[in-house]
């Protein structure tokens, strides 16, 4: 089973910073990771798909790079909205994996 | 309007039984993968299974594995979940979640909530 580890777990934010948050995988999994962010009290929301591809209504200062076994979620420009977990997903091997989370507060 | 509803969550004992359902509108259900997606009280998301278009491939996490079983009728538009022999840990809100191809889940329903207590 691939392991996705996040970091950080938890991070408090002040609006307009940008934030960063990783996915590391336990072996190569190419492009087959995906971003998802979990407001709460609702379900999950589709941010990015294959590490770096835009999703349709996705607000543009949500962006994703690399491949292999690191990855990374970029917030440009974080507003009060995002308050949210967001959450990794591997889909290159079964079982599919998801990351532990990482939880942005704001200030 | 894209719409993805569970159904059949409650209260079950451990070594019981429950059938979840997941009734889906608004898109061509046999064009999609779906997934079952699972998530405890206060934790992350944890993958359970999925089951591709025609029903004809499907797959578990090693957690559910024997004791799970996905299906789908794809006349009526729904997708199931047939868990048996639950145990304690296996109390969550359960999503069921479509899939284009059993990658990423582009939608998502509310989720039925599963308690597994004597």
């Known amino acids: 089973e691939i392991v996705l580890t996040q970091s950080p777990d938890f991070q408090s934010v002040t609006p307009k910073e940008k934030v960063t948050i990783t996915c590391r995988a336990s072996q190569s999994i190419g492009s087959s990771l995906h971003w998802y962010q979990q407001k709460p009290d609702q379900s999950p929301k589709l941010l990015i798909k294959y590490a770096s591809q835009s999703i349709s209504g996705v607000p543009s200062r949500f962006s994703g790079s690399g491949s292999g076994t690191d990855f990374t979620l970029t917030i440009n420009s974080l507003e009060a909205e995002d308050a949210a977990a967001y959450y990794c997903?591997?889909?290159?091997?079964?079982?599919?994996?998801f990351g532990q989370g990482t939880k942005l507060e704001i200030k | 309007e894209v719409q993805l509803v569970e159904s059949g969550g409650g209260v079950v004992q451990p070594g019981g039984s429950l059938r979840l359902s997941c009734a889906a509108s608004g898109f061509t259900f046999d064009d999609y993968a779906m997934h079952w997606v699972r998530q405890a009280p206060g934790k992350g998301l944890e993958w359970v299974s999925l089951i591709s278009g025609d029903g004809g491939s499907t797959y578990y996490a090693d957690s559910v594995k024997g004791r799970f079983t996905i299906s789908r009728d794809n006349s009526k538009n729904s997708l199931y979940l047939q868990m048996n022999s639950l145990r304690t840990e296996d109390t969550a809100l359960y999503y069921c979640?479509?899939?284009?191809?059993?990658?990423?889940?582009?939608?998502w329903g509310q989720g039925t909530l599963v308690t597994v207590s004597s």
């Open positions: 997903h591997q889909s290159s091997s079964l079982p599919q994996t």
């Open positions: 979640a479509k899939g284009p191809d059993g990658d990423y889940a582009i939608m």
